[in-house]
């Protein structure tokens, strides 16, 4: 088993992150959270297990030893610190705006500092999840092919297609085995619309994980500065 930080962004898929993480623990892997404020408007904290604490952007710039709030040096730095306690990476569900910022190399909030952060080798997992026609715009499959490129996958070997579907099979392939990526479903969605986007089942993420962590084991990790949140 294995530490898993999850990352929850702005989709309306985010009511199911306390399923998740449930399922998460359930499969002996250890927990920690982390939301964007979007993320938060969708599911209540409380409903998380008591052992899978939960950060925020607030968290990010929270320096409690320091009377002004001010970081001062020797403060921990937050995304670096779950960088370091964590073996794999899971953003579930990936909303479009987040997707975009992690091909883009933008990092504005922790969870695309932690991205920004991350060693590579080990592994990630991404379970998109939007409405239809942004699933299907061209900039999805953009962003997707900038994520294969960035991250092993040579250009040349990549097809030229402006729907995301083609690229899918080259996440978690030869050239690039430590990035999953779980593909959105059909299914109504929550804005009324029927088409693909719907974010994977939890069952199917869960096993993700276990698949990610077999294909691309996670050296092992120093202890935990993060067990328990302060």
Known sequence: MARVLLGVTGSVAAIRAPELAHALVA????????????????????????????????????????????????????????????????????????????????????LTCVFRAWEHPRPVVLAPAMNTLMWESPQTARHLRALLEDHGVEGAALPTARRPEPYLAHFG????????????????????????????SVPELVEAVARALSASPAQARPASTLSSKD
């Open 27 to 110: 499969a002996g892997h250890e927990v920690q959270m982390m939301a964007t404020a979007s993320a938060l408007r969708f599911f209540d904290p409380l409903a998380l297990p008591n052992n899978a604490p939960l950060y925020t952007d607030a968290d990010e710039w929270r320096f409690p030893r320091s009377p002004d709030g001010r970081w001062s040096r020797d403060d921990a730095v937050l995304h670096i610190e779950l960088r370091a306690w964590a073996e794999l990476l899971l953003l579930a569900p990936l909303d479009a705006h987040s997707l975009g910022k992690l091909a883009l190399g933008l990092s504005d909030n922790l």
């Open 173 to 200: 392939g030869p050239s690039c085995p430590h990035m999953q990526l779980v593909g959105p479903v059909e299914k109504r969605l929550a804005c009324g619309d029927f088409g693909v986007g719907g974010m994977s």
